[in-house]
């Protein structure tokens, strides 16, 4: 094992070339298809879950196994992190065990940061609070390229919870980095000032003419207060939503996406999750190579 581990904890300061890389690699493991590789054969994977997931839990699982992996899953329901375990000893615990790399969600930020110094085995970040949510932000991309082929000068419009979400930061870091235009949508009280430098903010109508139309989902469960926007959820249908008839101005070329999970009829209508210009479930596919490529990468001997 490598003295200094290759840890993939966020988007922010990856350079282009990298990023270009990660997605040839991941065209690469799509045109493969389903079948195994047996590149980590007989290396260990610990997908470390400490916030629920579905997406992104599972499709590493599948990337895992695609490429002969090992595969642990911890849950932290059923663990002794229930008895008072920290985060730290629960990762160092599974590394003295003999694991060789860890996939890791959690709902505290900065964590994920003092572990990358005390671990040997390499670390993807699978989502940490508000911070980063890497692989989603490359499955993002992958899929914008495999629309447009180029991600160099298109207009992503993010809409929505930006404050609290990891997903707009990831996308926000890497779709700079690679020369898109971003933009960002979202009423007052769901905006970072801290990202300003970064992203203006425009109107819905002006988020409708862009390339691609990326809606967040509200992340309640990372709120402080009842939100009064979202506590009525028509009121922030009528004014963020992705409704049909929004979709009906779109520009024929754009494409709408979701990380889901989505509140649906709320971020976006049903029949505007299953339009043709939708890509929430291709994003969801397009996870498996990615995560392929990014746990190749950190595992590289
Ligand atoms: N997009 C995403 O991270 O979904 P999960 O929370 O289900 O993993």
Request: net charge negative; hydrophobic share 45%; aromatic share 6%.
């Amino acid at each position: 094992m490598s003295q200094t581990p290759r840890h993939l904890l966020g988007l922010r300061g990856i350079s282009a070339t990298q990023l270009h890389e990660w997605l040839a690699r991941a065209a690469h493991w799509e045109n493969e298809g389903d079948q195994v590789h047996r590149v980590l054969n007989d290396r260990f994977v610990v997908n470390m879950f400490f916030e629920n997931s579905t997406r992104t839990r599972f499709s590493f699982e599948v990337a895992e196994k695609r490429l002969g992996a090992e595969v642990m899953n911890f849950s932290a329901g059923v663990s002794s992190v229930q008895k008072g375990e920290s985060i730290e000893d629960t990762v160092r615990t599974l590394e003295a065990m003999g694991v060789h790399a860890g996939v890791i969600r959690l709902k505290q930020e900065g964590v994920l940061q003092a572990l990358m110094n005390k671990v040997r085995v390499p670390l993807v970040n699978a989502g940490d609070g508000c911070n980063e949510h890497p692989t989603q932000g490359l499955l993002d991309l992958y899929t914008m390229k495999k629309q447009f082929g180029e991600i160099k000068d298109l207009n992503v419009t993010i809409i929505g919870d930006i404050k609290h979400s990891r997903v707009a930061r990831s996308n926000l870091w890497a779709l700079r980095e690679l020369g898109a235009n971003v933009r960002f949508c979202a009423p007052f009280e769901m905006r970072a000032p801290e990202l300003a430098d970064f992203a203006d903010y425009i109107s819905m109508d002006q988020a409708l003419q862009s390339d691609v139309v990326m809606m967040l989902r509200v992340q309640l469960e990372r709120h402080d207060q009842t939100n009064a926007m979202f506590s009525d959820t028509s009121a922030y249908r009528a004014a963020y939503g992705l409704t049909a008839e929004r979709l009906s101005v779109m520009q024929s070329h754009a494409i709408c996406m979701h990380p889901a999970p989505i509140n649906r009829n709320v971020e976006m209508d049903d029949e505007v999750i299953d339009a043709p210009q939708s890509r929430v479930f291709p994003q969801m596919a397009n996870g498996v190579p990615v995560r392929m490529a990014v746990l190749e990468w950190v595992m590289k001997k």
